[in-house]
């Protein structure tokens, strides 16, 4: 049975707070040590003015004593209570910003679909945080009931009306700020889901901002980042009003509440119910229940963000798999034989092809979509329609999409590099060989780029190095490909942004790099198809011909206006 969202949101929400459940209970007994504190401190004024007036110096120096050991307590039990509240809110926070980076990057995909790269960067940082700040809430909001109790009890001791009158006065009141906080919640959700949106708009824009530029775009890219920003403003000016509106009767409602006790308390020193000094605690208890009162208004605002945060990261973790995940190995050692059967995935309609394992296999196709469409199918980012791509007579579904990648990995024609050194893009965070890098990085003419660089392998790059240029960064990319030496690499137009001649320098060094190892090269370039052992030619969504490049492009006209072109 499926559950809903807010209680996904809630399963989330606990998930994460049980895992720091020892710092919560500390937190939360260290605040209660603080606020007990401050409910005492005004108690023991009434009773030290009490000594002072009715006892000797020595009670009054015994009670400025506690008085003083209370003050120690509180600020010790501030100081680590915040800590450790603090603590657990961040690490609630970073425990969910690693479940999401797993999800993100969970070999099945499927949490990308519908949100762009800056939404969910929003969603792991400012829903996450959001999340975390509900441990400081319920620590402080336990504290300021807990304090409240004391408060009753003191004003009780005092005189049994006072205290009465806040032990029947403080539920009514609790359940009037949950109450209230409700439309806070769902308009929270809405502002955070409409500012992500503006933040993943805004991040594509700055990545693509020389296509924009070059594509004198700016006005119709600015105007589309203002739609989205007005709509998020309109979200967050909303979010603001209902929280002022919200802290506004709450501290209304406390404000008319404490002003009663106070006015109680006032009849009943004038009556001589009470002392001096008692009336003296009464009012600064009076004056001290202002601040856990208060604490509601935002331990609310916080509750109620934080359960709309967590409903969005449930989202995401949750999101159904692009692929079923398949649970088998793939026989060991991966022996790299590629077998298309029936492949159906529109544009393709029935793709039949065999690909032997250690063959350099080049696919032309005219149509951008056939190429994108085959990529996608190899890299198993979606699985077909009907009939199968299998390797070694296993079908991708089957296999392990872990699994699957370690044996077979599909480079999409737009890759990017990332912050780092250069070293660090190639090994991709150790996946490569590393006997084997300074043979990617030649055969890839990627040593070319590093003799241009003042430190080599190990220049830092920033920006998703776009101090280099598209070609340099087609080589380091094709470099690491080949780094990570797989059983079956497919690379969809590795060399589009090269010059002809590098680019039939890459060819002819690809073949040696990847000795007994299986090559599909998605490409139209003639270069690199003239190092292939075959070639295949797809048209209208079938395999339509096949043979080495020296003879397609003498035998064939379609094939020759498509790779000489």
Do not use: C
């Not at 999401?100 to 790269?117: H, K």
């Not at 404000?255 to 002392?275: H, Q």
């Amino acid at each position: 049975m499926r559950t809903g969202p807010s209680r996904r949101g809630r399963g989330v929400l606990s998930g994460a707070l049980a895992g720091q459940r020892r710092l919560v209970i500390l937190s939360a007994l260290m605040v209660t040590a603080h606020q007990a504190g401050e409910a005492l401190v005004p108690f023991l004024i009434g009773v030290v003015i009490d000594r002072a007036v009715g006892g000797g110096a020595g009670d009054l120096a015994l009670w400025l004593g506690v008085l003083g050991a209370v003050y120690l307590g509180l600020s010790y039990g501030f100081r680590y209570g915040v800590r450790y509240g603090e603590r657990a809110a961040e690490q609630v926070a970073h425990g969910l910003r690693l479940r999401l980076t797993r999800r993100v990057l969970d070999a099945r995909g499927g949490a990308e679909a519908d949100r762009l790269p800056g939404a969910l960067v929003s969603i792991a940082t400012s829903d996450a945080a959001r999340v975390g700040a509900v441990a400081v809430a319920i620590a402080s909001g336990v504290a300021a009931v807990m304090a409240l109790a004391l408060a009753a009890v003191l004003l009780l001791w005092i005189s049994l009306p006072l205290g009465l009158l806040v032990l029947l006065g403080i539920p009514p009141l609790l359940l009037l700020t949950h109450l209230l906080g409700k439309p806070l919640e769902g308009r929270s959700e809405s502002e955070q889901e409409q500012s992500a949106h503006a933040s993943g708009i805004a991040a594509d824009l700055v990545k693509g901002l020389r296509v924009v530029k070059g594509l004198r775009a700016g006005d119709a890219a600015v105007e589309r980042y203002a739609d989205r920003s007005r709509r998020a403003l309109t979200a967050s000016v909303r979010v603001a009003r209902a929280e002022a509106a919200y802290q506004g009767l709450v501290h209304t409602a406390s404000g008319v509440f404490l002003a009663v006790v106070a006015v109680v308390g006032g009849v009943l020193a004038a009556g001589g119910d009470i002392s001096v000094g008692q009336l003296i605690s009464s009012v600064g208890l009076a004056q001290f229940l202002v601040g856990p009162m208060s604490t509601f208004g935002w331990v609310g605002v916080d509750l109620a963000q934080g359960r709309a945060s967590a409903r969005r990261i449930a989202a995401v973790l949750d999101a159904a798999p692009a692929v079923a995940g398949g649970a088998a190995e793939p026989a060991r050692p991966v022996r790299g034989r590629v077998t298309l059967r029936g492949l159906h995935s529109p544009p393709l309609r029935g793709v039949d092809l065999d690909i032997d394992a250690g063959e350099l296999v080049g696919i032309v196709t005219a149509d951008p979509a056939e190429a994108a469409a085959l990529v996608g199918l190899f890299g198993r980012a979606y699985d077909p329609v009907a009939g199968a791509v299998e390797l070694d007579g296993v079908a991708l579904a089957e296999l392990d999409p872990g699994s699957l990648r370690s044996a077979m990995l599909t480079t999409e024609h737009h890759t990017d590099l990332f912050d780092g050194t250069i070293r660090s893009n190639i090994t991709a965070a150790g996946r490569a060989r590393v006997d084997l890098v300074d043979a990617a990085v030649a055969a890839a003419a990627a040593d070319e780029v590093l003799w241009t660089l003042p430190d080599g392998l190990d220049t830092v790059l920033d920006d998703q190095a776009r101090a280099l240029s598209g070609g340099q960064r087609q080589r380091i990319a094709l470099a690491r490909a080949l780094a990570t030496d797989p059983a079956v690499l497919v690379v969809h137009d590795p060399t589009t942004a090269v010059d002809t001649v590098t680019e039939a320098r890459i060819a002819t060094r690809l073949r040696s790099v990847r000795d007994g190892r299986t090559t599909v090269l998605i490409t139209t370039s003639p270069a690199l198809l003239a190092a292939t052992d075959r070639v295949i030619v797809l048209d209208d969504g079938v395999v339509r011909a096949t043979g080495r490049h020296g003879e397609l492009v003498a035998a064939d006209s379609r094939y020759r206006s498509t790779v000489l072109a």
